[in-house]
Structures are given as structure tokens and as C-alpha cells.
């Protein structure tokens, strides 16, 4: 089976850095996305990881341990429209495989 | 530059009435087609994928359907709908083959089912 976890909620200052959490168990492992989401919107994608390490997007960066299992989505300089929802996916297989989706991380920036 | 296109935006639909959403992808040649589904407060939920006109994979049973009757159109159907059909229905296309291809989603259609 494949299940995604993520923290439901989460609370942050402007201009202050956080971490989400995401962890997988899933049949196979070929890459992890991360959306973000605005309340009533269509999620719009972030970054993606295939192999271990760091990768960096501007304020955004995503990092993958593919041995544990485990990423995260660090934003920096948080500003109030970062406030969303933010979802980590799984691809298990080969390219034409869907993603699977983690019920998200509602992140609230506050002044 | 590729676009998807989602419609209606809302609907406001009684219960055991048919359903048709409608999903058309713009500037790319046979892609992955998805909908996905997400209830209020929740994640998101793979209902359906095809990898080619008239392929459709089916990932939860459930009282909706999927048909792909040309390569970018993607339809899902219902011939009566429940209660539990309410929700954020939103389409999805992706490149075929590759692995860093990711999935790009139209606007969503809200569901209400009354």
C-alpha cells in the first residue's frame, strides 16, 4: 500500500523560516513533489526530488532521504501569501504512474 | 505553451441527478490524464487516470465513471449522485513516460451535492 504523512497544521511568523515534514511508505519510489495550495484553488507545483540532497528555489528549497523515507519543504522569509496548504506526493513507478497525495499541511502565516 | 481547461467552475446538483465534467488539455500530444477528487478538509484522491484514448484506470469503486474519448478530452460521469459525490474535483495532465514529469491541474469544478 502507500501511505504519505504529513503534519495537519502549522504556524509560522512573517519573515521567520519552517519546516514541513512529509514521510512515505509507498511500493516503489520514483520521485517526490511538492504543491502548494490556496484555499479554493488548484494546487500549483513546487519542487520535485528524485535523489537524496537539497534542492533550492528561490525562498523555497526541498530536501529527499530516500533511505529513511522522508523529505521536507523549507520556505524561508515567510511572507503572508505563503500561507496555504502545502502537499507532498509520491510517484511509485514508472512515469505514467499518478501521484499520490498526502492530505496536506495547512501552514498559517501570522504578522 | 500547454493550458488545461476545466468546466463549470460550480454546480449545485441533486442527489440522483447524472453528472458530466468536462477536461481539455491545450499544446501537448498524448498525455496523462487524471481526476482527482478532494473533500473538504482532506487530501487529495485519485479517482481515475488514462494513459491513452479509451484507457482508463479505475482507483476507487465508486458510482463515477471516467471516458476518454479523444487524446486531450477527459469526461467524468455519474448516472446518480450521492451525497458523499460532494467535493473539489479537479483535473490533471502530465507528460507521458519521463520520471521528473510532474502533474499540472485545471481549476477545479466545486461539487455540491444537495
Known amino acids: 500500500g502507500q501511505n504519505i504523512d504529513q503534519p495537519t497544521e502549522m504556524t509560522a511568523t512573517e519573515g521567520a523560516i519552517v519546516q514541513i515534514n512529509c514521510t512515505y511508505q509507498?511500493?516503489?519510489?520514483?520521485?517526490l513533489f511538492w504543491y502548494q495550495q490556496h484555499a479554493g484553488e488548484a494546487p500549483t507545483f513546487l519542487s520535485y526530488n528524485v535523489l537524496d540532497g537539497l534542492e533550492e528555489k528561490g525562498r523555497f528549497s526541498s530536501f529527499l532521504s530516500r533511505s529513511k523515507g522522508y523529505s521536507y519543504l523549507l520556505l524561508k522569509e515567510l511572507q503572508m501569501k505563503d500561507s496555504a496548504s502545502y502537499l507532498c506526493a509520491v510517484r511509485s513507478h514508472s512515469g505514467n504512474t499518478p501521484l499520490v497525495f498526502g492530505k496536506g499541511t495547512r501552514l498559517s502565516v501570522i504578522a | 505553451s500547454q493550458t488545461i481547461h476545466q468546466w463549470p467552475a460550480t454546480l449545485v446538483q441533486p442527489v440522483g441527478s447524472p453528472l458530466s465534467l468536462e477536461c481539455t488539455v491545450e499544446g501537448t500530444s498524448n498525455p496523462n490524464l487524471y481526476w482527482y477528487r478532494q473533500a473538504a478538509g482532506r487530501g487529495l484522491q485519485l479517482l481515475f487516470y488514462?494513459?491513452?484514448?479509451?484507457?482508463i484506470s479505475s482507483e476507487v469503486p465508486q458510482n463515477l465513471s471516467a471516458s476518454r474519448p479523444q487524446d486531450r478530452q477527459f469526461i467524468l460521469s455519474s448516472k446518480k449522485l450521492l451525497l458523499s459525490d460532494s467535493g473539489f474535483y479537479l483535473c490533471?495532465?502530465?507528460?507521458?513516460?519521463?520520471?521528473?514529469?510532474?502533474?499540472?491541474f485545471g481549476q477545479g469544478t466545486r461539487l455540491t451535492v444537495v
Open positions: 509507498t511500493s516503489g519510489f520514483n520521485g
Open positions: 490533471a495532465w502530465s507528460n507521458r513516460g519521463g520520471y521528473n514529469t510532474e502533474a499540472f
Open positions: 488514462s494513459v491513452g484514448i479509451g484507457q
